[in-house]
């Protein structure tokens, strides 16, 4: 009679045969799915037992029951029969209650399908809408199905693209037929008529958009720049970054400066880049016969959007609008070119939500679901998951409720000018009082868990306070071994996004006297060469001093020579230069540390303390000082060694939180007006918030932003000339939305004549464009 083998497993978790009395035994095992019969003895050779040779003679072993639904076999002995029969009875039960909550999600499913909109929703009940659904998830749920089940099966076809995989690096992610971009045949290549690239249809405008892949080989590459001039747009929008998760998501399909793409030429005219993206200006030339032309081509590239994740819903938006703003002040008969890596969730999240923006602006409606379901007819996983359809809503959502566009320079004066008004006042203080409570329900607290670092054991006494702490995604970590914590990396300091770039501030607290040592440890690890005290001492032993005006000081591994010191009305500034100290471990050892030496490294860093500001006192007592500190910071930042401008600029005040936002906030609004020429405050502090919500007192700290900011415009003279420069365009009939001349806005006449004449334009164009072809017909 043959020995029936059981399968077990060893502690390494890799399965084996049990061994029988010629076989090895190798340690202890156990029996898989959890079993907590175990095998007696530690000997090599196997130990007999009455269940372990139950279960080698029987006719039916544990691995010949696993799975089974019989009683196990009357013949096993009566303590191993009674631990298969409950092994036997849990696996029924735990069956019985995945099928129960199988059989509930389905009926929960199947309700949420029969409750999606019907009809459009009014943009002043969107919010309570969205705010609705959240509550109940499965609601998106039941949309996202029924999306997934509108789809055409005999229309949505991909035969073509499928008989090219090599022009596919996605073959999950084809064109369908119907609606593919065509381009026209090359002669030496049977194939060039295609390209992984489909129309799609907005609310207003049939194909409004393409979408298409990214750029993964350079013949692709060509390929890519064919099909712009082809189609004839002005605007690209690329929503993956170049380099994500370890590898290459799209090649750099653009030149620094110029590079030809078959009988293409590409210029890179202009670059600015922004904290969440970058805007590029690109030249495309074509030689057609003897005749040469030229087209302006815009790139917004969006690099918040990483691999497996979600943006800032502000940054989203804020691309969108850059976008349309472009588009709308240059139109062409043409569709706006969108890709993300794969040309499928993130721009169907793109497309979404200006789509149904534009239906907004055209009927005060919104129309998510019914929009979706067109982009799954359009192009394959463009709506790809319920997290990102549930994105689209949230994105919507805010979209519809901060409806707050940023004002031209000019017209900080004017608004100044509203509030000095009695009969103005009321209006303006319930604008501001909007915008407040907008911030409020925007800004997100954050969770213990999003700051577990500040929280842990050994970190709770370097924070002042314990409900302000830096999340862990956004706080510097340090990497200098300084200090006996056990936890050297962290300090209560937290990274916020400026105008033009990411991390340009370091927002922190004033050290205690325990963390000294980590204050100066964040400066040279983060290269940090300008730091901005806003407030002033106080009690010396409850804010020790940190730097002195004269000599050499050691701090932790650290040596801070002060160069020099100078004394101003409003502050004080201290050059300081930050060297490192290293031993030798036989010295550290042998208490030697007149062998310290200096790392060759050595950190150059200004240290501007605030005077003017009292410490009684939310906002200074007037602008010029606080401007004057600005002014220096930044005239420091750009004439400083080692690039500076690169490296993030630290910002502190007594308890990290006040004051700080007031100094950021202005940086931020006086890059835009120096970039953009224009003004956004209320989108700089919901920036601001993101990784410490506790910026800006609404109060009184929002309201002197906005003075500030006027102080700053009246006293360069650069701006005004700007705006004249503005001003005389649109008194001349040139130009299109904006102010008027003099600072105020067009009369009604005058938008009129312009709308006409804009449409009367596109007639003239749409005209030229259909002659042509007809030519070409003919």
């Known amino acids: 009679m043959s020995v029936p083998s059981v399968v077990v497993i060893q502690n390494e978790g890799s399965p084996v045969t049990a061994a029988t009395d010629d076989e090895d035994s190798r340690g202890n095992g156990h029996i898989r799915r959890g079993s907590s019969f175990r095998r007696h003895g530690s000997s090599r050779?196997?130990?007999?037992?009455?269940?372990?040779?139950?279960?080698?003679?029987?006719?039916?072993?544990?691995?010949?029951?696993?799975?089974?639904?019989?009683?196990?076999?009357?013949?096993?002995?009566?303590?191993l029969r009674s631990m298969l029969y409950g092994l036997h009875q849990r696996q029924e039960k735990e069956e019985a209650e995945m099928k129960k909550r199988q059989k509930k999600q389905l009926v929960q499913e199947e309700k949420a399908m029969q409750a999606v909109p019907t009809a459009p929703i009014d943009a002043n009940k969107f919010v309570a809408y969205v705010t609705e659904r959240r509550k109940k998830r499965i609601l998106f749920k039941g949309e996202y199905l029924m999306i997934n089940r509108s789809i055409d099966a005999?229309?949505?076809?991909?035969?073509?693209?499928?008989?090219?995989?090599?022009?596919?690096?996605?073959?999950?992610?084809?064109?369908?037929?119907?609606?593919?971009?065509?381009?026209?045949?090359?002669?030496?290549?049977?194939?060039?008529?295609?390209?992984n690239a489909s129309y799609v249809n907005s609310w207003l405008r049939e194909k409004?958009?393409?979408?298409?892949?990214?750029?993964?080989?350079?013949?692709?590459?060509?390929?890519?720049?064919?099909?712009?001039?082809?189609?004839?747009?002005?605007?690209?929008?690329?929503?993956?970054?170049?380099?994500?998760?370890?590898?290459?998501?799209?090649?750099?399909?653009?030149?620094?400066?110029?590079?030809?793409?078959?009988?293409?030429?590409?210029?890179?005219?202009?670059?600015?880049t922004y904290a969440h993206f970058v805007i590029r200006t690109f030249r495309l030339t074509r030689k057609i016969g003897e005749n040469q032309e030229s087209r302006i081509v815009k790139h917004f590239h969006f690099t918040e959007w990483e691999l497996d994740s979600f943006p800032y819903i502000s940054a989203f938006i804020e691309l969108r609008r850059r976008v349309r703003q472009f588009t709308d002040k240059n139109p062409v008969d043409a569709p706006i070119i969108v890709h993300c890596s794969n040309g499928a969730g993130r721009s169907g999240a793109f497309l979404a939500l200006d789509a149904n923006l534009e239906l907004m602006k055209k009927t005060g409606q919104l129309d998510v679901y019914e929009y979706a379901k067109t982009l799954v007819n359009s192009r394959q996983h463009l709506i790809d998951s319920v997290d990102q359809y549930q994105f689209i809503y949230e994105a919507l959502a805010e979209a519809v409720m901060c409806n707050v566009q940023p004002i031209q320079m000019h017209q900080l004066k004017n608004r100044s000018s509203m509030y000095k008004a009695k009969k103005n006042r009321e209006l303006?203080?319930?604008?501001?009082?909007?915008?407040?409570?907008?911030?409020?329900?925007?800004?997100?607290?954050?969770?213990?868990?999003?700051?577990?670092?500040?929280?842990?054991?050994?970190?709770?006494?370097?924070?002042?306070?314990?409900?302000?702490?830096?999340?862990?995604h956004a706080r510097p970590y340090l990497q200098t071994l300084h200090g006996e914590s056990k936890d050297y990396t962290y300090i209560n300091a937290v990274e916020v996004d400026g105008f033009t770039r990411k991390a340009e501030f370091i927002v922190t607290e004033w050290p205690k006297q325990s963390t000294?040592?980590?204050?100066?440890?964040?400066?040279?690890?983060?290269?940090?060469?300008?730091?901005?005290?806003?407030?002033?001492?106080?009690?010396?032993?409850?804010?020790?001093t940190f730097i002195h005006n004269k000599g050499k000081a050691n701090y932790g591994p650290f040596i801070v020579e002060v160069i020099n010191y100078h004394q101003y009305p409003a502050m004080t500034s201290h050059m300081v230069k930050v060297m490192k100290r290293t031993f030798m471990i036989s010295d550290i050892m042998s208490n030697a540390a007149s062998n310290q030496q200096i790392d060759t490294e050595v950190r150059i860093c200004c240290v501007i303390q605030v005077r003017m500001w009292p410490i009684e006192n939310k906002v200074p007592l007037s602008t010029t000082g606080l401007m004057d500190v600005i002014k220096m910071a930044r005239s420091w930042r750009r004439r400083a060694p080692d690039r500076p401008e690169s490296k993030p600029t630290i910002v502190?005040?007594?308890?990290?939180?006040?004051?700080?936002?007031?100094?950021?906030?202005?940086?931020?609004?006086?890059?835009?007006?120096?970039?953009?020429?224009?003004?956004?405050?209320?989108?700089?502090?919901?920036?601001?918030?993101?990784n410490r919500p506790q910026l800006i007192d609404m109060k009184d700290e929002y309201k002197y932003l906005y003075d500030?900011?006027?102080?700053?415009?009246?006293?360069?003279?650069?701006?005004?000339?700007?705006?004249?420069?503005?001003?005389?365009?649109?008194?001349?009939?040139?130009?299109?939305?904006?102010?008027?001349?003099?600072?105020?806005?067009?009369?009604?006449?005058?938008?009129?004549?312009?709308?006409?004449?804009?449409?009367?334009?596109?007639?003239?164009?749409?005209?030229?464009?259909?002659?042509?072809?007809?030519?070409?017909?003919?």
Request: glycine share 8%; with cysteine.
């Open 154 to 195: 005999a229309k949505c076809r991909c035969d073509v693209g499928s008989t090219l995989t090599e022009r596919n690096p996605y073959p999950d992610t084809l064109p369908y037929d119907y609606n593919r971009v065509i381009l026209p045949r090359l002669p030496c290549d049977e194939n060039s008529h295609y390209v």
């Open 428 to 472: 303006m203080e319930s604008q501001d009082n909007h915008e407040n409570k907008l911030l409020l329900h925007l800004t997100h607290p954050l969770r213990i868990g999003d700051c577990a670092g500040g929280h842990r054991l050994e970190n709770r006494g370097k924070n002042r306070d314990v409900m302000v702490v830096p999340p862990d």
């Open 516 to 544: 000294i040592d980590s204050f100066w440890t964040l400066i040279y690890d983060h290269s940090c060469h300008t730091v901005v005290n806003l407030s002033n001492q106080g009690n010396p032993r409850q804010y020790p």
């Open 45 to 79: 050779r196997s130990r007999s037992t009455p269940a372990a040779d139950a279960i080698l003679s029987g006719e039916e072993g544990i691995a010949s029951h696993r799975g089974s639904r019989k009683a196990p076999p009357k013949d096993y002995e009566p303590g």
């Open 708 to 778: 500030l900011m006027l102080h700053w415009y009246m006293t360069n003279p650069e701006y005004r000339v700007h705006d004249k420069d503005i001003s005389d365009d649109e008194s001349g009939g040139g130009g299109g939305g904006g102010g008027g001349g003099g600072g105020g806005s067009k009369p009604p006449s005058q938008r009129q004549s312009l709308r006409d004449k804009d449409r009367f334009l596109r007639g003239q164009n749409s005209i030229r464009k259909d002659s042509r072809k007809n030519a070409e017909n003919s």
């Open 208 to 272: 409004a958009y393409v979408v298409t892949q990214a750029v993964r080989t350079k013949p692709m590459n060509v390929e890519f720049w064919r099909m712009v001039w082809e189609l004839g747009s002005n605007c690209i929008v690329m929503l993956t970054k170049v380099f994500d998760f370890m590898r290459v998501m799209c090649l750099q399909y653009w030149p620094l400066t110029r590079f030809t793409f078959g009988d293409i030429e590409v210029e890179t005219v202009d670059t600015h």
């Open 652 to 690: 502190m005040s007594h308890n990290g939180v006040s004051r700080v936002g007031v100094y950021i906030g202005a940086n931020i609004c006086i890059d835009q007006m120096d970039t953009d020429h224009e003004v956004d405050v209320f989108h700089a502090v919901k920036m601001m918030r993101i």
